[in-house]
């Protein structure tokens, strides 16, 4: 939605900024793909030989036949193939956590495909690199309750309707993200946010529902292919 809105939106002119707002709802309606839809998604691809979607993706690299594949978390489609430029051009593809994406997905359906499903381009929507010291240097032009409101915006939440404290409570989770060994608990009933931040902030985390985990899989992949687990390093 940030990525949206700041390529359409990033202007003062009122008029303009409405404008942006309505091309980024029909971008959302008809790009983003919803998992319960992925059905009709799929055929869309492949009834139109290309389409544009929005989805999360994630590659790794196929060492038995030497290729990177693609998984998508909505769509449902896997061992897409994708090619090695776009790779190294984003290597933050291969965090392992997933990034979300704009691609342009085609539909080959020829005798003797690797796969039907073709990405012929693809645009990260995540930052794919950071500059720590123009990071830093830039840093310093906010002062501190203004640097606040540009985190709040960071993580999709507008800061006018949190007051100080409320702010900083939902700052607090961020510092899971600079701190080794940071515990703490949230309470809260199901579906009021407490995993967003986790889930959807950063590529680099990962969130594991206490239903689908065990201790022993912590240390041991969940895959049962003997690798080490996620606190396993």
């Given at each position: ?11 003062n002119?009122e008029?303009?900024i409405?404008?942006?707002i309505?091309?980024v ?5 008809n ?7 992925s ?18 993706v994630?590659?790794?690299l ?5 290729f ?9 489609v896997e061992?897409?193939?994708?090619s ?8 933050k ?8 994406c ?15 499903w ?18 830093a ?19 999709g ?12 409570i ?12 940071y ?9 009021t946010g ?18 689908d985990?065990?201790?022993a ?11 080490i ?5």
């Amino acid at each position: 939605m940030e990525f949206l809105l700041g390529q359409y939106c990033a202007i003062n002119d009122e008029q303009v900024i409405n404008s942006g707002i309505e091309k980024v709802k029909d971008v959302i309606k008809n790009n983003f793909v919803h998992w319960a839809e992925s059905e009709m998604v799929k055929s869309l691809i492949r009834e139109k030989g290309s389409f544009k979607i929005i989805d999360k993706v994630f590659v790794n690299l196929n060492e038995k036949d030497d290729f990177y594949e693609t998984s998508f978390a909505n769509l449902g489609v896997e061992h897409v193939p994708i090619s090695d430029e776009i790779v190294k051009r984003h290597g933050k593809l291969l965090s392992g956590g997933g990034v979300w994406c704009i691609l342009n997905m085609t539909y080959d359906s020829a005798e003797g495909v690797r796969s039907y499903w073709v990405i012929e381009s693809l645009k990260p929507i995540h930052v794919s690199e950071v500059d720590v010291e123009e990071y830093a240097e830039t840093r310093k032009q906010f002062k501190t309750e203004e640097w606040i409101d540009l985190l709040m915006h960071s993580i999709g939440l507008n800061p006018e309707n949190f007051n100080r404290r409320g702010k900083l409570i939902q700052l607090w989770c961020l510092i899971t993200r600079v701190e080794n060994n940071y515990n703490f608990v949230e309470l809260g009933p199901k579906g009021t946010g407490k995993s967003h931040i986790f889930s959807e902030l950063s590529p680099h985390g990962v969130l594991v529902s206490g239903v689908d985990v065990t201790s022993a899989r912590l240390f041991v992949s969940n895959s049962g292919r003997g690798k080490i687990g996620l606190v396993g390093f």
